[in-house]
């Protein structure tokens, strides 16, 4: 995987700005799917390292019909895995793509340009909005997605603690969809926070 020679920076979007063709007929694929490892740093200031390692992440199109929002988790438009995300994710450990690039703008990555999808590393997921359970994170403990009720709502993209209990299936698919560890803890009173996590997605 290359470090150098991205076509656009963490932070920023492929057309930065500008308005990206709406058709996937002008859409120029040459960008999609490629996987860049960035240092362990914020790009708007480079002398501030995380820790010594590395943020693995993929170009990524946002074919989801809005604009989408940093720290999120997002779902992979089917047929298109490892090339188009098509909202956030909505069910309890659902399969994820990746997080959004959590240093874009608060505007986001606009419908139809190219984004950093963070698959693996350091970065921060916003937790959920309901102070219960779902917010009650402890140091290391291994994450999933939240329940929402949409795609593209403002509820949804969100984290949650894996739970172990309940019948075959429920668990099989917190297990198999566990997106990483949380590196400090939360309380059911900190909704709405930025949670530095370590991500691990698999394509």
Not at 69 to 94: C, D, F, H, M
Not at 105 to 116: I, Q, T, V
């Amino acid at each position: 995987m290359a470090r150098n020679s991205a076509p656009f920076e963490r932070g920023s979007t492929f057309h930065a700005g500008e308005t990206a063709p709406t058709a996937s007929a002008d859409w120029n694929p040459a960008h999609q799917g490629q996987v860049r490892v960035f240092p362990n740093i914020d790009p708007n200031n480079r002398r501030v390292r995380r820790d010594g390692g590395d943020v693995i992440c993929i170009a990524v199109r946002n074919n989801s019909g809005i604009a989408l929002l940093p720290k999120r988790l997002v779902t992979w438009e089917s047929g298109q895995r490892g090339q188009r995300v098509n909202g956030y994710a909505i069910t309890t450990a659902q399969s994820c793509a990746g997080v959004v690039d959590e240093f874009l703008p608060a505007a986001g990555c606009p419908d139809d340009d190219l984004f950093w999808l963070t698959i693996k590393g350091q970065t921060l997921i916003k937790t959920a909005l309901e102070g219960d359970d779902t917010n009650l994170i402890s140091a290391d403990g291994v994450l999933v997605s939240t329940t929402a009720a949409a795609s593209t709502g403002l509820t949804s993209g969100r984290l949650a603690p894996q739970t172990l209990t309940g019948a075959t299936e429920p668990l099989a698919i917190q297990i198999q969809n566990r997106i990483g560890r949380a590196l400090s803890s939360n309380t059911t009173g900190q909704t709405d926070r930025d949670l530095l996590c370590e991500v691990d997605f698999f394509l």
